[in-house]
Antibody, heavy 122, light 110 residues
């Protein structure tokens, strides 16, 4: 069974940093591109970032570019999101998501974690 | 990176059909077939309902169908059931090697 489990969320002050992790199991992690998507409670989904299967290519939403860094450890089957210079508007539930097709971004995101809540507030 | 445009809400009676539109630009929906639709109920993670414009993952009822014309994608739910009441989001790949979601549509089954 495919499992994605986010951790590392919590309360952080504006300007602070936080690192989210997404521990995966049940599939060959190194074969899949991975994504982060966030959602303010009660609001819509917003795509944040993605990384290719070997970690050599990344992309970011304009709203987080230069502040967030996506990375992965294929030996540990874990995806990360390092967040710095956090703002109140970064407050959201952060989901990691996996595309349905390996070595590709095709096929939609067929597996999601349960999310990790990040609250940026003084 | 503006969000794709969806109607905030749609509604229908059981057995009826409803269509949710998702409008983008030539930089996303209009130029790529990587359009997906997701269903989300309160307190749960999104569920993939349609991928690559019109393909259904296994387990998704064939009452759900997708299409695309120019810069607009559509999700049609036929034979509406009470269990279909949820929020629906479209998503598309973009020319900037990023992804974008729609603002979401709340489906109410009357």
């Amino acid at each position: 069974e495919v499992q994605l489990v986010e951790s590392g969320g919590g309360l952080v002050q504006p300007g602070g940093s936080l690192r989210l992790s997404c521990a995966t199991s049940g599939f060959t992690f190194r074969s899949y591109w991975m994504h982060w998507v966030r959602q303010v409670p009660g609001k819509g989904l917003v795509w944040v970032s993605r990384i290719n299967s070997d970690g050599s290519a990344t992309s970011y939403a304009d709203s987080v570019k230069g502040r967030f860094t996506i990375s992965r450890d294929n030996a540990k089957n874990t995806l990360y999101l390092q967040m710095s210079s956090l703002r109140a508007e970064d407050t959201a539930v952060y989901y990691c998501a996996r595309p349905s097709m390996s070595y590709s971004e095709a096929g939609g995101f067929d597996h999601w974690g349960r999310g990790s809540l990040v609250t940026v507030s003084s | 990176q503006s969000a794709l445009t969806q109607p905030p809400s749609v509604s229908g009676s059981p057995g009826q059909s409803v269509t949710i539109s998702c409008t983008g630009t030539s930089s996303d929906i209009g130029n790529y077939n990587r359009v997906s639709w997701y269903q989300q109920t309160p307190g749960t993670a999104p569920k993939l309902m349609i991928y690559e414009v019109s393909n259904r993952p296994s387990g998704v009822p064939d009452r759900f169908s997708g299409s695309k014309s120019d810069n607009t994608a559509s999700l049609t739910i036929s034979g509406l059931q009470a269990e279909d009441e949820a929020d629906y989001y479209c998503s598309s790949y973009t020319s900037r090697n990023t992804w974008v979601f729609g603002g979401g549509t709340k489906l109410t089954v009357l």
